[in-house]
């Protein structure tokens, strides 16, 4: 009777297991099925029925999983930092000097775009139109500059050439999503060539000349 009750308690764990593996399946399917026709088709354009017969799930999956169209394009952009490699950035921000950690944060910069940039194109488009977007989009560009500003105020005096908001001012006028776009769609750079080019300029134009040595 032992037997039976541990080789029946057994099924269950296994067959719970399976059960999540399974909804884990159902919501990346749904996402991936999800970014694909947002992306193709625009926002505006792609209702939460295309998605549901797109990824072959039902409506009310769909719903019960994300609750609506902009709880879909929040987890596509929660995952955006994932696909970046965020903890290989904070790894290689703790052990560099001012002048690599520059070029963590442009290999980084470009890994996002070419992993989530038209995610990230979605996310921002979509926000003129629903404020929980538009929020998200405001939230990342926010934690970003955050995240610089505690690279840029780590470093000793002197390194920096410009203040520290001007700093801010001038990493996010070049590591953008347009930026990278352009030279990469219509200049025919590859995505090698953007990372070298910004981990070559941040320095001209962020640290001071002892630094640059």
């Known amino acids: 009777m032992s037997e039976d009750s541990g080789s029946g308690g057994e099924r269950r764990r296994y067959e719970s297991l399976r059960r999540a593996a399974q909804a884990q399946e159902t919501r990346a399917e749904i ?60 790894e ?14 442009a290999a980084y910069d470009r890994r996002l775009y070419e992993r989530a940039g038209d995610v990230i194109q979605l996310v ?39 203040d520290v908001p001007q700093a801010l001012d001038i990493y996010a006028a070049l590591c953008t999503i347009d930026v990278y776009n352009t030279l990469t769609i219509e200049r025919t750079w590859s995505p090698d060539q953007v990372q070298t080019w910004w981990a070559e300029t941040l320095p001209q134009l962020l640290l001071t000349p002892p630094a640059l040595d």
Do not use: C
Request: aromatic share 6%; proline share 5%.
């Open 31 to 90: 996402a991936r099925t999800a970014r694909e026709l947002f992306v193709a088709h625009g926002w505006a354009a792609t209702t939460v029925r295309d998605v549901a017969r797109e990824a072959g799930v039902s409506v009310p999956t769909i719903y019960a999983t994300y609750r609506n169209k902009t709880g879909l394009a929040l987890a596509l952009a929660d995952a955006a930092d994932l696909a970046a490699d965020l903890p290989r950035l904070v």
């Open 92 to 105: 290689e921000l703790a052990v560099a000097g001012p002048r690599d950690q520059l070029a963590a944060m």
């Open 124 to 162: 921002r488009d979509a926000g003129r139109t629903e404020p929980d977007l538009a929020n998200t989009y405001a939230d990342g560009r926010r934690r970003a500059d955050e995240a610089r500003h505690q690279v840029f105020t780590s470093w000793p005096p002197g390194t920096l050439r410009v």
